[in-house]
T-cell receptor, first 115, second 113 residues
Framework: AQTVTQSQPEMSVQEAETVTLSCTYDTSESDYYLFWYKQPPSRQMILVIR??????QNATENRFSVNFQKAAKSFSLKISDSQLGDAAMYFCAYRSHNQGGKLIFGQGTELSVKP | DVKVTQSSRYLVKRTGEKVFLECVQD?????MFWYRQDPGLGLRLIYFSYDVKMKEKGDIPEGYSVSREKKERFSLILESASTNQTSMYLC????????????FGSGTRLTVV
């Protein structure tokens, strides 16, 4: 069975600085998707970024980028130029490429941004 | 935009009550999911459904059941609520096939007293 681990329950960053959230996963599959979701206090889960495992190039969405290390099964999220609105719970998630694959989540990392 | 609507934002129920959590999506998604979110544990899958009248157990189905009589609606049922079912419940939906995107509802925070 696949597992996802986020070993940082809480992180803090100064506004305008850069922070990296860690995520590792375990799978025997070769084709899958990885995601980072953001959950602000409103509770609405927002997709931040996604990565297809077959793509070697790291995904980037504006200030958000990932470092995808397939062999090491690592998928970290880097937030550049942190803003107050980035404060939220962040979840790493894995989904098999199989049809209807379920999302498997990590434990979450609570990010606070200091002004 | 796809919308996933959960009927209640907050709910307080008594131990032993039968509880229904409703989820409706408006974009004809085939797949629907119920997750439970607890601090330090992340989101854990309770049940999911790939089609009308179909259901599959997730990782923590004990104490729960589901119903999907119509494509747009997926109900989570707590047959006899217990205090250890106090939690945040999130519903999600997605298209069938290899589309990876999920759309989530905004959650129901259930307290069982």
């Amino acid at each position: 069975a696949q597992t996802v681990t986020q070993s940082q329950p809480e992180m803090s960053v100064q506004e305008a600085e850069t922070v990296t959230l860690s995520c590792t996963y375990d799978t025997s599959e070769s084709d899958y998707y990885l995601f980072w979701y953001k959950q602000p206090p409103s509770r609405q889960m927002i997709l931040v970024i996604r990565q297809e495992a077959y793509k070697q190039q790291n995904a980037t969405e504006n200030r958000f980028s990932v470092n995808f290390q397939k062999a090491a099964k690592s998928f970290s999220l880097k937030i550049s130029d942190s803003q107050l609105g980035d404060a939220a719970m962040y979840f790493c998630a894995y989904r098999s490429h199989n049809q209807g694959g379920k999302l498997i989540f990590g434990q979450g990392t609570e990010l606070s941004v200091k002004p | 935009d796809v919308k996933v609507t959960q009927s209640s934002r907050y709910l307080v129920k008594r131990t032993g009550e039968k509880v229904f959590l409703e989820c409706v999506q408006d974009m004809d998604h085939e797949n629907m999911f119920w997750y439970r979110q607890d601090p330090g544990l992340g989101l854990r899958l309770i049940y999911f459904s790939y089609d009308v009248k179909m259901k599959e157990k997730g990782d923590i189905p004990e104490g729960y059941s589901v119903s999907r009589e119509k494509k747009e609606r997926f109900s989570l049922i707590l047959e006899s609520a217990s205090t250890n079912q106090t939690s945040m419940y999130l519903c999600a939906s997605s298209l069938a096939g290899v589309s990876p995107g999920y759309t989530f509802g905004s959650g129901t925070r259930l307290t069982v007293v």
